[in-house]
């Protein structure tokens, strides 16, 4: 076993479009120049919903880590707010990597991306863009909006069609956004409405942090629409799919016949759901792997022992 090396986190931002991301930086200490992974989240959550947890992890194996908050959520920029577009999150994950490339504390020349469900499509998106980067980890993707959408049921995706119009219509003309639920109860209108959506998201707020379980509903149309899996066969980096057999969000058997087309693809499989991931002894299982395969492709060094 390794020593797990020390490591400073930083408050960052970062410019993209016409606003700008927050973010944390960590550092390993006594590391010059080492390599780094990118973190993005998924539907509607803020970096602060576990993926410190991954981040410090990542840091302690030596590798610098930049976890980050999409425009118009969070502390981020971006108006109005709770506006989730696929285009400008993709523009994100762009800027994110830009503004690594200007650091002179990590290595630009080894850097990685790391995404969880939704920013777990985003994450092979961005591979399949990024030739340049070194590898990937997509945990429990969304990997095929319609899949997805028949997840949810065609009772639940009919009956957001009326804040669907409204908002659409509030677009036009230039009004607030008309909202609808994230996550939700089983049968209830929302972006996810699986049992274990919104226990699984209120699990993951720190304490004293509430979380704003809405986005406008204008993003409906292009979920189902997105299917960042069609990306993996055109990913040339190493990329690790860290799937759960028993999604209730990201259907597995869709997301799997989408990993093996990937070139230099690994898949692990894990026997927990999608929401179990951040916590408890998934966690461990998953960080575990991670790390192994983030040290094995961005080869980090040992922090350098002072006398």
Known sequence: MTTPQPFVRHDVTFPSGDSRCAGWLYLPVGVTSPPVVILGHGLGAT?????????????????????????????SGGHPR????IK????DWDSAIDYVKTRHDVDRARIAVWGSSFGGGHAITVAARHPELRAAVAQCP???GLASALALGPVASLRMTPVLARDLAA??????????PIAASPGSPALM???????????????GKAFRNEVAARVIPTIAAYRPGRAAKKVTAPI????????????PAQT??????????????????????????????????????LTRQLAPAPAASTH
């Open 47 to 75: 970096r602060e919903m576990r993926l410190d947890a991954f981040a410090e992890r990542f840091a302690k194996a030596g590798i610098a880590a930049l976890a980050f908050t999409y425009r118009h959520f969070g502390d």
């Open 82 to 85: 709770q506006l989730l577009s």
């Open 88 to 91: 400008r999150q993709l523009a």
């Open 142 to 144: 969304f990997t095929d």
């Open 171 to 180: 677009r036009v003309r230039g009004r607030a956004p008309a909202m609808v």
């Open 193 to 207: 409405n699986a049992a274990d959506a919104l226990p699984g998201y209120e699990a993951l707020q720190p304490p």
């Open 240 to 251: 690790l799919f860290c799937v759960s057999n028993t999604d209730s969000v990201t259907p």
């Open 256 to 293: 799997l016949r989408y990993a093996r087309t990937a070139p230099l693809g690994e898949i692990k499989r894990y026997d927990a759901g999608h929401f179990d991931f951040y916590t408890g002894e998934t966690f461990e299982a998953l960080v575990r792997d991670q790390v192994e395969f």
